[in-house]
């Protein structure tokens, strides 16, 4: 049995559908994986708040911090815990507004032709085992359905927005993710 269900959902991950996306532009070619860090409360883990906010479901009065995010609508197409939990937001053949103004190699809308994956995490934080394993057999998957998606073709969100995004920042190791890819998304020695 595939990974995938015929409207682009993995079958492993946990759904919690946003309303935050919408159609790629027609003949799009999806070969692109772009990385994110992400924490509500920021540098807390394990609230439930991020899948809230791609959910569309925030309770924006319940952190400071939050009354910021109040006017934004973001999605990513996944999300995955500290812990590996899987999370998917969108369907990986429609567009989740994850990038933003971005471009990659000169090629400009990175929304239209990636899919996109947060993990929890921030900028000023290393990421956990688990997370790179979950990862690493996420794109393998992915690569099943959108071919030319390698490894090569997995950047950080800082690398489609420099100077305006930073994640998923120094903590996040890509040799480790590389290391954990070709041992085929299990846990590489360092």
Request: proline share 6%; charged share 15%; glycine share 10%.
């Amino acid at each position: 049995m595939t990974a995938w269900d015929d409207a682009g959902w993995h079958r492993q991950a946990q759904r919690a559908p946003s309303p935050y996306h919408d159609e790629r532009p027609v003949s799009t070619v999806v070969d692109l994986l772009v990385v994110h860090a992400i924490s509500l409360p920021p540098e807390s883990f394990g609230s439930g708040d991020v899948q809230r906010f791609f959910m569309g479901t925030l309770d924006f009065g319940s952190y400071p911090y939050y009354g910021a995010l109040r006017d934004l609508h973001v999605s990513a197409h996944f999300f995955i815990e500290r812990d590996g939990t899987l999370w998917q937001h969108v369907g990986v053949f429609q567009r989740a507004w994850h990038a933003g103004a971005s471009a990659w190699q000169g090629r400009p809308a990175c929304n239209d032709y990636s899919v996109g994956v947060e993990l929890e995490g921030s900028e000023s934080t290393t990421f956990m085992p688990i997370q790179y394993q979950r990862l690493a057999t996420l794109a393998k998957d992915l690569q099943g359905l959108f071919p030319g998606m390698n490894l090569e073709r997995m950047v950080g969100h800082s690398d489609i927005a420099p100077g305006r995004k930073w994640d998923p920042g120094p903590g996040f190791s890509w040799s480790y993710l590389a290391a954990v890819s070709k041992n085929g998304g299990h846990a590489a020695s360092t």
